[in-house]
């Protein structure tokens, strides 16, 4: 058992989609069936085993603010109503702490490399979280946003040579491809909340942004990536559940397939 579970196919798929589908199932009826996104994500990471507050590097920084993500939104879902303001404040909070997160790595740089980076990283995380929050009613969009957000961000790591953070993320997906997959077979009743679309812009768009500080996802990857929770926006189809979620899932794996193919591109050498 112990040699399945150390396994990485099994710690950033089989094990998150599991975990998210099992919390899916039981907290929907408390309206918390959005942390299946955490409980993807933190699956991973668990069987991972990287994680500890000793020597607390950007990727421990990254898991204990993707930590926050859930707690937040479960506040915002019970306690408060959601309002056209809430993505982008929650994005700046978010973007703040990312500053935290990657601080001894934009130290690196100087003068206006600093500034564009750290201007470009910010902008990313606050358009990312402030798109995917504003679907917190929409069941079926979010959920195949957090999909595409997670596979995108983690996948394209991978192949910018960041596999740990590219499990993060694929672990994010899976919790949140679970989600998805329970809304398509039982009708879209599981409401995503704050909780899934905040956890989801937060984890994917800083795993995104570590790889490619730490790794070799170019920069321009980020911009694909960032149209994943626009273009789940398009018109769905006037059909069965099942079918709308396979097409919002589409729409999100356009533009995370963009990003794989932008992150393979530059691991090649490939002129951007």
């Known amino acids: ?51 500890t507050l000793e020597s607390l590097d950007s990727k421990r920084r990254l898991v204990l603010v993707a930590m926050a993500a859930p707690v937040f939104g479960v506040i915002a879902d019970l306690a408060f109503k959601p309002t ?8 700046a909070v978010f973007a703040a702490a990312g500053g935290w997160v990657f601080l001894n790595l934009l130290k690196q740089k100087s003068g206006v490399d600093l500034a564009l980076h750290g201007a470009g990283f910010a902008a990313f995380v606050i358009w990312t979280v402030s798109f995917s ?8 969009r979010a959920g195949a946003a957090g ?13 910018g040579a960041s596999a740990l ?17 329970l809304n398509m077979i039982f009708g879209p009743r599981i409401v995503p909340g704050t909780t ?17 500080l730490t790794g070799q996802m170019p920069w321009y990857a980020l911009l694909a990536l960032a149209l994943v929770p626009v273009l789940v926006r398009l018109p769905l189809p006037k059909d069965a559940p099942w079918m709308q979620a396979i097409v919002a899932a589409l729409y999100a794996a356009s533009a995370a397939v963009a990003a794989w193919v932008l992150a393979w591109l530059a691991s090649r050498g490939s002129p951007g």
Do not use: E, I
């Open 1 to 51: 058992m112990q040699d399945l579970l150390n396994n990485p196919a099994v710690q950033s798929s089989v094990a998150p989609f599991l975990a998210g589908l099992l919390v899916a199932g039981l907290l929907f009826p408390l309206r918390l069936g959005g942390l299946a996104a955490a409980a993807g994500f933190f699956t991973t990471v668990y069987l991972v085993g990287d994680f």
């Open 84 to 91: 056209r303001a809430s993505g982008p404040v929650l994005g």
């Open 133 to 140: 929050v504003a679907l917190h009613a929409d069941t079926l």
């Open 147 to 159: 999909l595409g957000l997670g596979l995108g961000a983690g996948v394209g790591a991978v192949l």
């Open 165 to 181: 953070l590219g499990q993060y993320g694929m672990g994010l997906g899976a919790g949140c491809g679970a989600f998805l997959l």
């Open 196 to 212: 899934l679309t905040l956890t989801a812009g937060v984890a994917a768009s800083l795993v995104a942004v570590g790889a490619v």
